[in-house]
């Protein structure tokens, strides 16, 4: 059984930053799994967000926040991070956690439940 337990979320203005944090547990490999994040916007399908491998060396971000969002984890502790920072109203979204990679991209087997964030203009 994997838990992971998203929180950091809330209402910000553009151009404002936000810190998303994911803790991990449940099984003691999840060290050696890819983490990342995906996020869901009000009427769109699921996107990936971004990801950073077992090691925490390679890190992997969409386009579209490229440049503005930097995810990192703390293996000691667990933790997925994502940092964003000029924020825009196109990021309002539920940002889900997830980890173990079965695919490309944003498919992975474990999920968390989300925390939203919303970006008022």
């Known amino acids: 059984q994997v838990q992971l337990v998203e929180s950091g979320g809330g209402l910000v203005q553009a151009g404002d930053s936000l810190r998303l944090s994911c803790t991990a547990s449940g099984r003691a490999f999840i060290n050696s799994w890819t983490m990342g994040w995906c996020r869901q916007g009000p009427g769109k399908e699921r996107e990936f967000v971004a990801e950073v491998t077992w090691s925490g060396q390679s890190t992997y971000a969409s386009d579209s926040v490229k440049g503005r969002f930097t995810i990192t984890r703390d293996k000691a502790k667990n933790t997925l991070i994502l940092q964003m920072s000029s924020l825009e109203p196109e990021d309002t979204a539920v940002y889900y956690c997830?980890?173990?990679?079965?695919?490309?991209?944003?498919?992975?087997?474990?999920w968390g439940q989300g925390t939203q964030v919303t970006v008022s203009s």
């Open positions: 997830a980890t173990q990679r079965v695919g490309g991209p944003g498919e992975y087997k474990y």
